[in-house]
């Protein structure tokens, strides 16, 4: 069974970082994408190693500062997400805020909740591409979950949920 990652059916990968784990974030990050009326459709507290590090973050393993973030991003468990919705991973992305947190815009998760650059509480998928590599890195098929949330009738239009 491959993932899907269309309509109501597109996914993001959600990784709520060590700094919200210490900082007791955890139910205030999720209730925000609960909130917005996304699904969660799979999550589960992992301790990240290395090797998966300099794959999820490729793009910035040449960076001077790689070895900071890596070195943060194993400092504790994380608790990875997958979320759903019709165009979920712009919406995800809109309510995380842009990444140096200080500058983050009010009323978004690193505009609320943080101060830095590395250490801000979440990741997300930044493409739908992205997402469609993403999601399979952290979870296996059968860890995502597929059911039925009667919310989606009134958080959504007919012509929308098709
Ligand atoms: P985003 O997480 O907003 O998509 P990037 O993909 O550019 O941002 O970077 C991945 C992560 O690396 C950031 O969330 C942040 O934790 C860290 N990071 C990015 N730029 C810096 C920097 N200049 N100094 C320290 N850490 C950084």
């Excluded at 991003?73 to 979920?88: D, K, R, T």
Aim: net charge negative; proline share 3%.
């Amino acid at each position: 069974m491959s993932m899907e990652f269309t309509g109501l059916k597109e996914k993001t990968l959600v990784l709520l970082k060590p700094d919200a784990i210490q900082r007791g974030l955890i139910g205030e990050v999720i209730g925000r994408f609960e909130k917005k009326g996304l699904k969660l459709v799979g999550m589960k507290m992992m301790q990240l190693e290395e090797a998966v590090l300099r794959e999820h973050y490729a793009h910035i393993a040449d960076k001077p500062f790689f070895p900071g973030v890596s070195q943060f991003m194993q400092s504790s468990p994380v608790i990875a997400m997958c979320w759903e919705g019709l165009e979920v991973v712009q919406a995800v992305r809109i309510l995380c805020g842009i990444t140096k947190a200080r500058s983050a815009e009010a009323g978004s998760i690193r505009g609320d909740l943080a101060m830095s650059v590395a250490c801000n509480v979440v990741h997300a998928s930044d493409s739908v591409e992205t997402a469609s590599k993403e999601v399979p890195r952290f979870f296996k098929v059968d860890e995502l979950y597929t059911y039925n949330k009667s919310e989606f009738e009134h958080v959504y239009t007919e012509d929308e949920r098709v």
